[in-house]
C-alpha cells in the first residue's frame, strides 16, 4: 500500500535547536509539496517541488527554514534555530504531475510531523 | 492570488442531519477541485475529486459535491451525517494554468464539523 512517509512523528526540542523533518514521497510521484498547519493559520504553503527542483518557497521563512530534495525518493524541511512560533504539524505531501507543468492529480498526505519548541 | 473560501467554521449538527458545507475560490480559469477530509489526530485524506465531466461528484463514505461554474463553487453534501463525520473538511483548488506552479493546491481554512450523538 503506497503511502507517504513522514519522519519523525513526533519532535520536542527547546528553542534554538536544528530541527530536521524528513518525507519519502510515493514512489513514482514527482512532486512534493509541504505544508504547516497550526489552530490560527490552518494550512499553509511552505514549500513545492516539482522533479526534484523548487518551484515555489515563498511561504516559507528564508531565514530559518530551507527545504531541499536530494533525491527522488527523500524531501527534507530544516528549522534552523527553531523558534516556539514553529511549533505546528508539518505536512508532506507528494503527487504525480502528468501535465507537463500542472499538477492534476490528487495529493496524498503523510501523517505528519508535530514539532514543539519549547 | 486565487483564494478558496469555505462558508463556515464549525457546524454542528445531530446524527441523520443533512449537512451542505460551501467552497468557493476565486480562479477565473480551469481548475480541478478537491474535498479533503482530516479525521482527529490524523493526516487529510481525499474525499472526492472534480477534474471535468458531470458536476456532480460523488466519494467516499456518502458524500457528493457539485461544481457549479458560474458560482466558482464546489459544496460538499451528505443526507445524513453520522458521529463519525466528525473531522475537519478542507476544499482545495488546483489551477491548470501551467502559469500557475506557484497557486498549485490552495487549500480553504477548513471547516470543523461535530456530529452529536
Known amino acids: 500500500d503506497a503511502r507517504v512517509t513522514q519522519t519523525p512523528r513526533h519532535k520536542v526540542t527547546e528553542m534554538g535547536q536544528e530541527v530536521t523533518m524528513r518525507c519519502q514521497p510515493i514512489l513514482g510521484h514527482n512532486t512534493v509539496f509541504w505544508y504547516r498547519q497550526t489552530m490560527m493559520q490552518g494550512l499553509e504553503l511552505l514549500a513545492y517541488f516539482r522533479n526534484r527542483a523548487p518551484l515555489d518557497d515563498s511561504g516559507m521563512p528564508k531565514d530559518r527554514f530551507s527545504a531541499e530534495m536530494p533525491d527522488a525518493t527523500l524531501a527534507t524541511l530544516k528549522i534552523q534555530p527553531s523558534e516556539p512560533r514553529d511549533s505546528a504539524v508539518y505536512f508532506c505531501?507528494?503527487?504525480?504531475?502528468?501535465?507537463?507543468?500542472?499538477?492534476?492529480?490528487?495529493?496524498?498526505f503523510g501523517e505528519g510531523s508535530r514539532l514543539t519548541v519549547l | 492570488a486565487q483564494s478558496v473560501s469555505q462558508h463556515n467554521h464549525h457546524v454542528i449538527l445531530s446524527e441523520a442531519a443533512s449537512l451542505e458545507l460551501g467552497c468557493n475560490y476565486s480562479y477565473g480559469g480551469t481548475v480541478n477541485l478537491f474535498w479533503y477530509v482530516q479525521y482527529p489526530g490524523q493526516h487529510l485524506q481525499l474525499l472526492l475529486k472534480y477534474f471535468s465531466g458531470d458536476p456532480l461528484v460523488k466519494g467516499i463514505k456518502g458524500f457528493e459535491a457539485e461544481f457549479i461554474k458560474s458560482k466558482f463553487s464546489f459544496n460538499l453534501r451528505k443526507p445524513s451525517v453520522q458521529w463519525s463525520d466528525t473531522a475537519e473538511y478542507f476544499c482545495a483548488v488546483n489551477p491548470l494554468d501551467p502559469s500557475n506552479y506557484g497557486q498549485n493546491f490552495v487549500f480553504g481554512p477548513g471547516t470543523r464539523l461535530s456530529v452529536l450523538p
Open positions: 505531501a507528494s503527487g504525480l504531475d502528468v501535465a507537463g507543468g500542472t499538477n492534476t492529480g490528487e495529493l496524498f
